[in-house]
């Protein structure tokens, strides 16, 4: 990833492949989209997609319920609707954050 954009990207993802595979452009994208199309797929079909030692993808439901426009103010009902979260692993949570626990401060522990 350029260290000039905000987020990694499946074009990233192609290049990473292309540059540390001995696949040429086209299979790379075609790794990159058969991996994504296995997600959805086990999301569709299990409703959960566990990968170890990063985290849990899982559909949930979401009910119907009242919202408003921002817009205009009106109020609106929300529809039901699935959506997906995320759930980190614990080593995935580790990594992230102990950079953050490196470069923060210590704070000084008051004796109890």
């Not at 997609?49 to 009106?74: L, Y």
């Amino acid at each position: 990833m350029s260290e000039s954009k905000s987020c990694l990207t499946k074009a990233d993802l192609v290049d990473s492949i292309y540059d540390n595979l001995p696949f040429d452009k086209q299979k790379a994208t075609q790794i990159v989209e058969d991996w994504i199309e296995l997600l959805k797929e086990g999301l569709m079909r299990d409703k959960k997609v566990m990968i170890s030692g990063f985290g849990v993808f899982e559909v949930k439901s979401k009910h119907a319920r009242p919202g408003r426009n921002p817009q205009t103010g009106d109020r609106i009902t929300l529809g039901a609707r699935n959506v997906v979260k995320f759930k980190p692993s614990q080593i995935l949570k580790r990594q992230l954050n102990d950079g953050v626990a490196k470069g923060a401060p210590q704070e000084e522990q008051s004796p109890v």
